[in-house]
């Protein structure tokens, strides 16, 4: 089952999945929902695959800093360069 979110910016189609957890997790889960910071357990999700994805973002930079301070970076002087 589908559910649309409308938005004045933008309309996301989203997808519902199911995950199992240990119940100690879901306690977790639980209490952090409880304590009001997020809404719901799926707000929760939400927000740690949104950092997980930034983490990935930050490790790429990183990788790509060390490749410049190696001298391996190539200075780009227009976007086609990048081809």
Same mark, same amino acid.
């Given at each position: #089952?589908? @559910?649309?979110?409308?938005?004045? @910016? $933008?309309?996301? #189609? ?5 995950i ?18 997020y809404?719901?357990?799926? %707000? $929760? $999700? +939400?927000? *740690?695959?949104? /950092?997980?994805? %930034? ?5 790429? /930079? +990183? %990788? ?5 301070? +190696?001298? @391996?970076?190539?200075? *780009? ?7």
């Amino acid at each position: #089952m589908a @559910k649309v979110v409308k938005s004045k @910016k $933008f309309c996301t #189609m989203r997808k519902i999945i199911n995950i199992s957890l240990p119940e100690e997790l879901k306690k977790e889960v639980g209490k952090v929902v409880k304590s009001g910071r997020y809404a719901t357990a799926s %707000e $929760f $999700f +939400r927000d *740690l695959i949104r /950092l997980w994805k %930034e983490e990935e973002l930050l490790q790429e /930079l +990183r %990788e790509s800093q060390l490749e410049i301070a +190696r001298g @391996k970076g190539k200075v *780009l002087k227009s976007l086609k360069d990048l081809r």
